[in-house]
């Protein structure tokens, strides 16, 4: 079993829609988690960094950590099709720079229909 | 301000050749991350390199190294190249080995193993 289940996709929705992007893990020492999302030909971008349990709001974008399930989520609300991307979730033992670093889910490609 | 850069973009190799990728962090970060991402297993760690020293690694055979010059550059050599180091390569900078959401990455370098 991998560390970090992540469903490949593709998603695909209508423009405007809300989005619900998933991950579950296994390893329950992850206590910081994060959202990239990737452009096609471009490295990843962060989109929230969380730590431990709980919601955080960003604009259009919500992400939420349940820790007791192991599995965390990132809403998009009014989606456009310029979010039209891969999605990756991220987690670490540690804030930055440990011995571990970041454990990546395999990521969610997103197509959102004009 | 100008981004990370890797060079080059797009490399194709035979199988046992080696290969030399290289990362220029933003100017004044001085720790320089490497990933490699392929479909089957996504983004993995591979090392991290901050004042011209390796400060982790992650799970991969010695084939895979690397170096950090005193002008924060970084490079990362693959010997005896495999079919399965097909990947994209990704390097990341921050200002030092610290917290996720100051790690900025670059646009990758495509690697392709004939």
């Known amino acids: 079993q991998k560390e970090v289940e992540q469903d490949p996709g593709p998603l695909s929705v209508p423009e405007g829609a809300i989005v619900s992007l998933n991950c579950t893990y296994s390893?329950?020492?992850?206590?910081?988690f994060m959202w990239y999302r990737q452009y096609s030909r471009k490295g990843p971008e962060l989109l929230m960094y969380?730590?431990?349990?709980g919601n955080k709001e960003d604009g259009r974008f919500t992400a939420q950590v349940d820790k007791s399930s192991k599995y965390i989520s990132l809403f998009i609300r009014d989606s456009q099709p310029s979010d039209s991307a891969t999605y990756l979730c991220?987690?670490?033992?540690?804030?930055?720079?440990?011995?571990?670093?970041?454990?990546f889910g395999k990521g969610t490609h997103l197509i959102i229909q004009p | 301000k100008a981004g990370v850069t890797q060079t080059p973009r797009y490399l194709i190799k035979t199988r046992g050749q080696q290969v030399t990728l290289s990362c220029s962090p933003i100017?004044?970060?001085?720790?320089v991350s490497w990933y490699q991402q392929t479909p089957g297993q996504g983004l993995q760690f591979l090392f991290e390199?901050?004042?011209?020293?390796?400060?982790n690694k992650g799970n991969f055979p010695g084939r895979f190294s690397g170096r950090q010059f005193s002008n924060s550059r970084s490079e990362m050599n693959v010997s005896t190249l495999e079919l399965g180091d097909s990947a994209l390569y990704l390097c990341?900078?921050?200002?030092?080995?610290?917290?996720?959401?100051?790690?900025?990455f670059g646009p990758g370098t495509r690697l392709t193993v004939t």
């Open positions: 100017s004044g970060h001085r720790s």
């Open positions: 969380t730590y431990s349990s």
């Open positions: 990341a900078s921050s200002w030092t080995p610290g917290p996720y959401y100051e790690q900025y």
């Open positions: 390893n329950s020492a992850f206590q910081y």
């Open positions: 390199y901050f004042s011209e020293t390796q400060r």
């Open positions: 991220a987690m670490s033992t540690d804030s930055g720079g440990g011995a571990d670093g970041l454990t």
